[in-house]
């Protein structure tokens, strides 16, 4: 499956952005989604993720009631809407795929990658 995130930018803190993950490839609907983002400096983390029905999701203590993800398997994609932001959520966000159909929170479970978005918080 192929991946590409967009929808990032600037905003101020407070405001709020939503990014979209298209896939293409195989049937979308055979994939846990999951969104990373990596800061400056930092490692890559763990951010949300939802199974392949959207049924459950799950959420990095961080942005728990601030973020919400969500996918639409008829368009083939999945979006992480962001509120309340803060300027500690500037970074890189990546969508991912994983192939197996438990939620998983580490780099490594996820097979398929994108090319990642900026999403940068002035404070």
């Known amino acids: 499956v192929q991946l590409q995130a967009f929808g990032g930018g600037l905003v101020q803190a407070g405001g709020s952005l939503r990014l979209s993950c298209a896939a293409s490839?195989?049937?979308?609907?055979?994939?846990?989604m999951g969104w990373f983002r990596q800061g400056p400096g930092k490692e890559r983390e763990f951010v949300a993720a939802?199974?392949?029905?959207?049924?459950?999701?799950d959420y990095v203590d961080s942005v728990k009631g601030r973020f919400t993800i969500s996918r639409d398997n008829a368009k083939n994609t999945v979006y992480l809407q962001m509120s309340s932001l803060k300027p500690q959520d500037t970074a890189v966000y990546y969508c991912?795929?994983?192939?197996?159909?438990?939620?998983?929170?580490?780099?490594?479970?996820?097979?398929?990658w994108g090319q990642g978005t900026l999403v940068t918080v002035s404070s």
């Open positions: 991912a795929a994983r192939s197996y159909p438990v939620i998983a929170t580490t780099t490594g479970a996820y097979g398929y």
């Open positions: 490839g195989r049937p979308f609907g055979s994939y846990v």
């Open positions: 939802i199974t392949r029905s959207g049924g459950s999701t």
